[in-house]
């Protein structure tokens, strides 16, 4: 099993920044990928950025030039930078990490992330 727990959400105004991290715990020598999703109300949860072991990044198309995943495998962390946030990047922001082939799949509780002035 793998905890995942995550912190940096809150209220932001339009064009400014916020910074989530996620911190793994338990059987993190069965994660490969770790990423962010996100879920606005009313939607389906969508990928927001996605990291490999290796550090291979993929971005939704939305969000790329604005936000940045990094991990730090030593601290089991995820860290997702995002700059130039507009209202449409609302939604409550998952840390995901999946395993190899995606036979193990784990959710972080959320959180929300509001862009408003």
């Known amino acids: 099993q793998v905890q995942l727990v995550e912190s940096g959400g809150g209220l932001v105004q339009p064009g400014g920044s916020l910074r989530l991290s996620c911190a793994a715990d338990?059987?993190?020598?069965?994660?490969?990928?770790m990423g962010w999703y996100h879920q606005a109300p009313g939607k389906e949860r969508e990928l927001v950025a996605v990291?490999?072991?290796?550090?291979?990044?993929n971005y939704a198309n939305s969000v790329k030039g604005r936000f940045t995943i990094s991990r730090d495998n030593a601290k089991n962390t995820v860290t997702l930078q995002m700059n130039s946030l507009k209202p449409e990047d609302t939604a409550v922001y998952y840390c995901?990490?999946?395993?190899?082939?995606?036979?193990?799949?784990?959710w972080g509780q959320g959180t929300q992330v509001t862009v408003s002035s």
């Open positions: 995901n990490a999946r395993s190899e082939y995606d036979i193990l799949v784990y």
């Open positions: 990291i490999g072991s290796g550090g291979s990044t």
């Open positions: 338990g059987s993190i020598f069965s994660i490969n990928a």
